[in-house]
């Protein structure tokens, strides 16, 4: 097995087995553009490390021989005293991991070494930072010091001097620097800076493969649902230096803008700085445009790269470049991360580009990115007070208390408080507290932050690098530039859209996509750069291509309307429970529930139906043309009784009065007799139906009369009636002689032909599995995957998301919740078994989703897969269900 690959021999396809960054370098140097020689050691290299402890047998070997061909190369020898050859050891896994891995740069320099560098370069100042950078970056991320000692230590040297500029540190004060830090590498782990060049390399390579596993690494894959056994490639990179003074930096750009997708030049650059330099903050960096007047030779040759890169990938890329003494060198490049709105523009200008066709940019467009440009954002609000205008680095409105470090932002949030984590700027220490924010707000850094970087790929607003704050982590609080103090729990308003930040809480308005949506902004509206436009084009296209149709959850007429507006096909379920709500219709209930005769019973039934009629009046009349599916009666019948406790404690202290009220006496009675431990599993859906006499046929002359009162006034109403929680097909049969007894009986009386559907949900697992059955007597299939999910696991929804989930979570169990995307091979593969035995017993079963699932992204897949004919869900996921149908379908 061959585990180490030359620059020249990979190429960007091989990212399982070279990383991103070993793909897209072999990428680029067989391209021709100008990257320092290195290879780059497997990911199988590391499966093998990490599972045996060791090496692979062969690996120090092939490395040698690499490193030889390098060496011979570059005309010098790895650490050579009189002339080092230095590299730099960096880690890249499959997936980009922002700051999640470890790099180390100028490896092979020791003491011995830093004098020939001195020499070489003629700039003996520049030979003694880097080597003060490498026992630093060394220290820290291979040995495991931590890192504070090193800055503090640096931090110290400045004050001493007074200033606040790296840049002004001279020879001696960098020599001296070095010293102090081979000491505390000592100190702190007992071992010397190793001054071997192969060793050196050797440890970091292994400290790359360590840091695959690293709590922060696991976390963020958790949090990307990245598989934990890909491994991480290695790659040896020969050092080009931007820190050899004026004439030499370092910088990152973008090919396009990746928070608009606005065509132009974005980038950030500093000069006289290494590898880090630029997204650290360390210093202020120039945007890129400015390195047009400082080296326009390389400037020149860095836009044509650019634009090359951007047609052969065919994307919006971003780079890592480096400038020795005025000669480009490209570092990294990949297909970049942009911004919801980004994507959607940039996938649109390709197509008019003629670079890809409209099925491709749907494929780089999702629904989770559709849902975020869907995001309220803030009023222009005069009275708002403006404190600071940092960058626009991840769009959204956040609205929160203010908190300094993670533990607080993870403690505050779970107490259900909204939070905005505010930092100088973030590390990977601070992703806890990322993901519990609302918002992440930095005092520093640009759009390549590791704030924004991160931010945005969590889809998190972010505002970065509002200079005027003066952030105080240690007392708990920021200074505006105004000399306005913010304290810990303290309001703020940030808006990643423009980078604004306001005291206090700021109201928000509708995105112009959702109002686009709801027709009152016109598809042709120049509203941000054409972000509609490519909205409405793009999801047009996922109409064309997609096979599932989409409809609603929806209960009443406000809902289907909006449901309507947004695309949907109809309803896949309309709940009956909310129709028997309201004080008069819950009195009504009440009688029902309390009746112990026909008389009784009959006579509530008969004051509840022109209620529910006109109900369905109403949604008939908004889905007109359209299938509605009502479900009958689900929940537990407590739910329309009053609350035991308060209940109790009314009959007592009417007793105490000695004034008894009867009919609270015969209610609380009920309310006893009905307690269930288990109400979820108890006496609802279909068996309400089958022991209260009259229920179900009431819901079902309801539906009828509405239905024909519809058609009579030239209406083309189009019911079908759904049966929840049936188990077993007896249940079905039962229900469906008294459904069609009174639908009978409505057409006579109404002299109206009816056509009304009779369905059933599969919620139960023995629905799933008798699904054969079951079809016998269904005309059509609902799929409850929400129910689905709590009797499959055996879980009370209710109950434990909030016990143990998170537990789950974090133990790798899930990658996400089973209630929000589905278990594709538990509840997946009852409900596909349900769509096999079903269709096969009635061919044209009409199959559908009405669980959450309905909406999310990933499950919408699913249900395309395995052939449903289509997803329902609430109104405001309709667009991005149709847009994932749509990216299913191709
Ligand atoms: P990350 O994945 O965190 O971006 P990289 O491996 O890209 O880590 O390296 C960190 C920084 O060091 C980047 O700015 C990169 O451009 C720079 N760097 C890496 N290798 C070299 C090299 N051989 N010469 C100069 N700079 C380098
Ligand atoms: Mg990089
Ligand atoms: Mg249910």
Same mark, same amino acid.
């Given at each position: 097995?061959?585990?180490?690959?030359?620059?020249?021999?990979?190429?960007?396809?091989?990212?399982?087995?070279?990383?991103?960054?070993?793909?897209?370098?072999?990428?680029?140097?067989?391209?021709?553009?100008?990257?320092?020689?290195?290879?780059?050691?497997?990911?199988?290299?590391?499966?093998?490390?990490?599972?045996?402890?060791?090496?692979?047998?062969?690996?120090?070997?092939?490395?040698?021989?690499?490193?030889?061909?390098?060496?011979?190369?570059?005309?010098?020898?790895?650490?050579?005293?009189?002339?080092?050859?230095?590299?730099?050891?960096?880690?890249?896994?499959?997936?980009?991991?922002?700051?999640?891995?470890?790099?180390?740069?100028?490896?092979?320099?020791?003491?011995?070494?830093?004098?020939?560098?001195?020499?070489?370069?003629?700039?003996?100042?520049?030979?003694?930072?880097?080597?003060?950078?490498?026992?630093?970056?060394?220290?820290?991320?291979?040995?495991?010091?931590?890192?504070?000692?090193?800055?503090?230590?640096?931090?110290?040297?400045?004050?001493?001097?007074?200033?606040?500029?790296?840049?002004?540190?001279?020879?001696?004060?960098?020599?001296?620097?070095?010293?102090?830090?081979?000491?505390?590498?000592?100190?702190?782990?007992?071992?010397?800076?190793?001054?071997?060049?192969?060793?050196?390399?050797?440890?970091?390579? @292994?400290?790359?493969?360590?840091?695959?596993?690293?709590?922060?690494?696991?976390?963020?894959?958790?949090?990307?649902?990245?598989?934990?056994?890909?491994?991480?490639?290695?790659?040896?990179?020969?050092?080009?230096?931007?820190?050899?003074?004026?004439?030499?930096?370092?910088?990152?750009?973008?090919?396009?803008?990746?928070?608009?997708?606005?065509?132009?030049?974005?980038?950030?650059?500093?000069?006289?700085?290494?590898?880090?330099?630029?997204?650290?903050?360390?210093?202020?960096?120039?945007?890129?445009?400015?390195?047009?007047?400082?080296?326009?030779?390389?400037?020149?040759?860095?836009?044509?790269?650019?634009?090359?890169?951007?047609?052969?990938?065919?994307?919006?890329?971003?780079?890592?470049?480096?400038?020795?003494?005025?000669?480009?060198?490209?570092?990294?490049?990949?297909?970049?991360?942009?911004?919801?709105?980004?994507?959607?523009?940039?996938?649109?200008?390709?197509?008019?580009?003629?670079?890809?066709?409209?099925?491709?940019?749907?494929?780089?467009?999702?629904?989770?990115?559709?849902?975020?440009?869907?995001?309220?954002?803030?009023?222009?609000?005069?009275?708002?007070?403006?404190?600071?205008?940092?960058?626009?680095?991840?769009?959204?409105?956040?609205?929160?208390?203010?908190?300094?470090?993670?533990?607080?932002?993870?403690?505050?949030?779970?107490?259900?408080?909204?939070?905005?984590?505010?930092?100088?700027?973030?590390?990977?220490?601070?992703?806890?507290?990322?993901?519990?924010?609302?918002?992440?707000?930095?005092?520093?850094?640009?759009?390549?932050?590791?704030?924004?970087?991160?931010?945005?790929?969590?889809?998190?607003?972010?505002?970065?690098?509002?200079?005027?704050?003066?952030?105080?982590?240690?007392?708990?609080?920021?200074?505006?530039?105004?000399?306005?103090?913010?304290?810990?729990?303290?309001?703020?308003?940030?808006?990643?859209?423009?980078?604004?930040?306001?005291?206090?809480?700021?109201?928000?308005?509708?995105?112009?996509?959702?109002?686009?949506?709801?027709?009152?902004?016109?598809?042709?509206?120049?509203?941000?750069?054409? !972000?509609?436009?490519?909205?409405?084009?793009?999801?047009?296209?996922?109409?064309?291509?997609?096979?599932?149709?989409?409809?609603?959850?929806?209960?009443?007429?406000?809902?289907?309307?909006?449901?309507?507006?947004?695309?949907?096909?109809?309803?896949?379920?309309?709940?009956?429970? @909310?129709?028997?709500?309201?004080?008069?219709?819950?009195?009504?209930?009440?009688?029902?529930?309390?009746?112990?005769?026909?008389?009784?019973?009959?006579?509530?039934?008969?004051? !509840?139906?022109?209620?529910?009629?006109?109900?369905?009046?109403?949604?008939?009349?908004?889905?007109?043309?359209?299938?509605?599916?009502?479900?009958?009666?689900?929940?537990?019948?407590?739910?329309?009784?009053?609350?035991?406790?308060?209940?109790?404690?009314?009959?007592?202290?009417?007793?105490?009065?000695?004034?008894?009220?009867?009919?609270?006496?015969?209610?609380?009675?009920?309310?006893?007799?009905?307690?269930?431990?288990?109400?979820?599993?108890?006496?609802?859906?279909?068996?309400?139906? !089958?022991?209260?006499?009259?229920?179900?046929?009431?819901?079902?002359?309801?539906?009828?009369?509405?239905?024909?009162?519809?058609?009579?006034?030239?209406?083309?109403?189009?019911?079908?009636?759904?049966?929840?929680?049936?188990?077993?097909?007896?249940?079905?049969?039962?229900?469906?002689?008294?459904?069609?007894?009174?639908?009978?009986?409505?057409?006579?009386?109404?002299?109206?032909?009816?056509?009304?559907?009779?369905?059933?949900?599969?919620?139960?697992?023995?629905?799933?599995?008798?699904?054969?059955?079951?079809?016998?007597?269904?005309?059509?299939?609902?799929?409850?995957?929400?129910?689905?999910?709590?009797?499959?696991?055996?879980?009370?929804?209710?109950?434990?998301?909030?016990?143990?989930?998170?537990?789950?979570?974090?133990?790798?169990?899930?990658?996400?919740?089973?209630?929000?995307?589905?278990?594709?091979?538990?509840?997946?593969?009852?409900?596909?078994?349900?769509?096999?035995?079903?269709?096969?017993?009635?061919?044209?079963?009409?199959?559908?989703?009405?669980?959450?699932?309905?909406?999310?992204?990933?499950?919408?897949?699913?249900?395309?897969?395995?052939?449903?004919?289509?997803?329902?869900?609430?109104?405001?996921?309709?667009?991005?269900?149709?847009?994932?149908?749509?990216?299913?379908?191709?």
């Amino acid at each position: 097995q061959k585990f180490v690959y030359s620059f020249t021999e990979g190429n960007k396809d091989l990212k399982d087995l070279l990383g991103g960054k070993g793909a897209n370098l072999a990428e680029m140097t067989n391209l021709g553009l100008p990257v320092p020689p290195g290879f780059t050691i497997t990911t199988e290299a590391c499966k093998v490390f990490l599972e045996t402890g060791s090496e692979p047998a062969s690996l120090h070997k092939e490395i040698s021989e690499h490193l030889d061909s390098l060496e011979q190369q570059m005309g010098k020898r790895l650490g050579q005293p009189d002339n080092p050859l230095l590299v730099s050891v960096r880690s890249g896994a499959k997936f980009s991991m922002p700051g999640m891995m470890d790099t180390v740069l100028n490896i092979g320099l020791s003491d011995a070494s830093v004098a020939g560098l001195a020499a070489q370069s003629g700039n003996e100042r520049f030979a003694w930072d880097s080597y003060r950078r490498l026992v630093q970056m060394f220290g820290k991320t291979v040995l495991g010091v931590e890192g504070e000692l090193f800055e503090e230590a640096l931090e110290g040297v400045k004050q001493a001097k007074g200033s606040t500029n790296d840049l002004d540190l001279t020879t001696e004060d960098l020599k001296a620097l070095v010293e102090t830090f081979k000491a505390i590498v000592l100190r702190e782990t007992d071992r010397e800076f190793p001054q071997d060049p192969r060793e050196q390399m050797d440890l970091a390579i @292994h400290a790359v493969f360590h840091s695959w596993n690293g709590d922060r690494a696991r976390l963020y894959r958790r949090q990307e649902r990245i598989p934990n056994d890909l491994g991480t490639a290695v790659n040896i990179c020969s050092m080009v230096f931007g820190n050899l003074g004026e004439d030499s930096g370092t910088g990152v750009a973008f090919t396009r803008d990746p928070s608009t997708g606005a065509v132009g030049v974005y980038g950030d650059y500093l000069s006289n700085a290494q590898g880090e330099d630029v997204v650290a903050g360390i210093r202020n960096t120039l945007p890129l445009a400015e390195l047009e007047q400082l080296d326009k030779k390389s400037y020149d040759e860095l836009m044509a790269i650019m634009h090359k890169l951007e047609l052969h990938y065919r994307d919006l890329c971003d780079i890592e470049f480096t400038i020795e003494r005025g000669k480009l060198w490209m570092l990294q490049t990949r297909v970049g991360k942009r911004t919801a709105a980004a994507a959607f523009r940039i996938a649109v200008q390709l197509v008019d580009q003629g670079l890809i066709d409209l099925d491709e940019a749907l494929q780089r467009v999702t629904g989770g990115q559709l849902a975020q440009l869907m995001f309220p954002r803030f009023a222009a609000d005069e009275t708002a007070k403006r404190v600071a205008w940092g960058i626009a680095a991840s769009p959204g409105a956040a609205v929160g208390k203010v908190v300094f470090d993670s533990y607080t932002a993870v403690k505050w949030s779970r107490s259900g408080e909204k939070v905005i984590l505010v930092r100088r700027e973030t590390n990977p220490d601070d992703l806890d507290g990322m993901i519990a924010a609302e918002g992440i707000l930095t005092s520093r850094g640009g759009k390549t932050s590791h704030a924004a970087v991160v931010a945005r790929g969590m889809g998190k607003t972010c505002v970065c690098g509002a200079e005027e704050l003066e952030v105080d982590t240690k007392r708990r609080r920021f200074t505006t530039g105004d000399g306005q103090v913010v304290e810990e729990g303290d309001l703020v308003s940030i808006d990643g859209s423009t980078g604004k930040v306001y005291l206090g809480e700021v109201p928000v308005v509708p995105s112009p996509v959702v109002e686009y949506f709801e027709g009152t902004l016109h598809a042709g509206a120049d509203v941000q750069g054409g !972000l509609v436009q490519s909205v409405h084009r793009l999801m047009a296209h996922a109409d064309v291509r997609r096979r599932l149709a989409v409809r609603a959850n929806a209960d009443n007429a406000e809902d289907a309307n909006r449901a309507r507006r947004y695309g949907a096909q109809g309803i896949g379920l309309c709940r009956t429970e @909310h129709m028997f709500l309201g004080e008069e219709r819950r009195r009504e209930v009440e009688h029902l529930i309390l009746a112990d005769n026909d008389k009784d019973r009959e006579q509530a039934l008969s004051a !509840l139906l022109p209620l529910q009629k006109g109900d369905f009046v109403e949604l008939f009349q908004s889905m007109d043309g359209l299938p509605v599916t009502v479900r009958l009666l689900d929940p537990p019948l407590h739910e329309f009784l009053p609350d035991i406790t308060e209940l109790s404690v009314r009959v007592a202290l009417a007793e105490a009065r000695k004034d008894p009220n009867e009919n609270d006496l015969r209610l609380l009675q009920a309310v006893h007799r009905l307690h269930e431990q288990n109400p979820m599993l108890g006496l609802r859906g279909v068996r309400l139906g !089958l022991v209260i006499p009259g229920l179900f046929g009431m819901q079902v002359r309801a539906i009828a009369e509405a239905a024909a009162e519809r058609k009579l006034a030239g209406g083309d109403p189009r019911p079908e009636v759904m049966i929840p929680l049936v188990g077993t097909v007896q249940e079905l049969e039962l229900v469906r002689d008294e459904c069609e007894r009174v639908l009978a009986e409505v057409a006579k009386s109404t002299g109206v032909k009816l056509d009304i559907k009779l369905g059933t949900m599969i919620e139960l697992p023995r629905a799933a599995v008798t699904a054969g059955q079951i079809a016998e007597a269904a005309e059509f299939f609902s799929f409850g995957t929400n129910d689905l999910t709590q009797t499959v696991w055996g879980f009370s929804r209710d109950d434990v998301e909030a016990s143990f989930f998170t537990a789950y979570l974090e133990k790798g169990i899930f990658g996400v919740s089973p209630f929000e995307t589905i278990d594709r091979d538990g509840v997946g593969s009852l409900v596909k078994h349900a769509v096999v035995a079903g269709r096969a017993t009635r061919p044209d079963l009409k199959l559908g989703v009405c669980g959450e699932h309905g909406g999310d992204p990933e499950s919408v897949h699913f249900f395309h897969e395995v052939g449903l004919d289509y997803v329902s869900c609430s109104p405001f996921r309709i667009p991005v269900a149709r847009l994932e149908a749509g990216r299913a379908a191709l």
